[in-house]
DNA sequence: ACGCATCGTCGATGCGTATCGACGCACAGC
DNA sequence: GCTGTGCGTCGATACGCATCGACGATGCGT
């Protein structure tokens, strides 16, 4: 494990150095024959190329940043999903992933743009209004952001289009004829980080229930804990009518739920249940209930294909600087059918 | 944000580019003034050193590899502390992180360390037979495993102490009068990964049985969704005298504990109940339960250390080659007390 | 007053790769 | 046969920093 050098490959193939670079590259024609025997003696030593090196004569280190926050917080619908699509996105593209916490504020992102530790930026967690946009924006390298602040500065965004997601709800509870519609709120801690999704949800629900002639009320905050008080209060609301209620906040749903059962309240017969989150979860729980999907993949899979074609404009089509990925409704149990008159 | 170099804060300090980097290192003696004029044109220019360029001349990163395993399985209780914790201790030491996915099995290893990546590499979800291991061994940067594989090669671990947890667990229901244990087994996908800590604590708990003169019992599997029928094999055990169960699979415990809840059982007063899990996890749980605490935090705290010590063995005292870290049993309300005669 | 060690600084060099200009060659057209 | 044109390859250079040897300045002892 001596680590050889392009210069090693070259001696043993019989051409100079810079040939091999070019082999590498492709940046110059190269005849079959001599790339087939550079191509050789690399196996034959199992040669890398230096990435410091490489960094250094060519100007980019073939890394991608990665600003995650880990502090808890926020839907913690899985962190890992969005890191593991991230990583072999960056991999299927011969990149490696860079981690920077959250925690160091914009100074991390000072430092993987000054230090040329990274061609480019993934930034997750943004919040409504982030010190560390417009510091991303000035950077010298792109920056892709999960998530939609209230000012891009020019950044692109990709995010669940939670305004859809909301109207999404409130469209198959007045579809399904109900009369009033309740959304459990974020708890405090979410919601003083002002994570942006959080508005977008809540605005646009208000929004799509008035334009169905809904009431909508939204009950919070739903404490870790608290979900029995959050279920009662919930059930103070049902007159008879017939109630639905949507849970944007995907830790908060099982505890609901499991809250309801100790009532005896069923979900799908004494009242309706919409919840925000993956698929897997709302499939495995019991009872399975209706859900919007937040599918991590999709979102973080086209970040990155925002984040490449950054880096090669001519590799791809345009893509649009708020990129919203569509969520799905997938009905289970949780909703009470239309009534058949 | 033009990216400067040390050679332009040498001509704005008035000195030599040599100097600067003296200045940087301290390798060199240089005089209070000298150096201050050159921090002072550094903060100028907010200058950042070019981390190809020193790893190239300095033949040293200042990178950590962290090598995790996304694919679930194990026990996912919470890869991202981990990740977190060695994130955290990786800056503390002016390092960065660089994610490697263990999908890529030992391919990865060879580009970090081929491709001068990272000074060092931190391995996670370790097999008792890991085709890693003897790769990560031959490798020309120092490695430390998380997880004791059953031939080290030679490299540091460290990994909670399984076999300590096993004795703990067996030891408080043998003290509080038990007549009976019986140990919910790892799902067939956990065991089929060969996840070195499964054979050992189920070892260790089936040899401390016997010192103690119980008779012990291993189910299995317990898959996702089946906890129920476990539950129901499990109680089938209780002829009437004292059952204590211990649940080493964090994610089999809340399911567990509420399929038991269904059959109107109570842990702490029908039989007891003893899990391997975080403390967090384990107080918060409806009911609490006695655990014995998996602290992701500690590990990698430790295995960082080992590792920083590793890349610089005057820094610190010298490391084992094998650090488990002890366990601690926290009794909450799942263990029967010893009936007073 | 003179040699000698020490301290602080500088210039030069090397790290391994990418890239630019040059050059030799075969082959086309005339 | 001679010039032009790509094609394939080479040599040289630059990238930004760490490090080594050198060297002037200073303080010490005698």
Partial sequence: MAAFTSKDVARIAGVSQSTVSYVMTGKRPISERTRQRVLDAMEQLTYEPHSGARALAGRRTRVVGLVVRFGAGGDAFGLLPFIETIANSARAHDHEVLLVTADEGSAGLRRLAGRALCDAIIMMDIEEHDDRVPVAAALSVPVVLIGVPADPAGLHCVDLDFEAAARMAVDELADTGHDEIVVVGYPASVMERGLNYVGRFLRSARRQAQVRGLPLTVIEPVEHGQEAAAADQLLTRRTGG????????????????????????????????????????????????????????????????????????????????????????????TVMPTPSN
């Fill in 242 to 333: 017939r109630l639905g209620v949507v849970v944007p906040h995907s830790d908060a749903i099982v505890p609901l739920l499991n809250a309801l059962r100790k009532q005896d309240v069923v979900p799908g017969r004494d009242i309706s249940f919409i919840g925000l989150s993956p698929d897997r979860e709302a499939g495995q729980s019991d009872p399975p209930y209706t859900n919007i999907s937040v599918e991590p993949r999709d979102v973080s899979r086209r970040a990155m294909e925002t984040l490449f074609w950054l880096l090669d404009p001519s590799s791809g089509v345009e893509r649009p600087p708020i990129d919203l990925v569509a969520p799905r409704l997938t009905r289970r149990t």
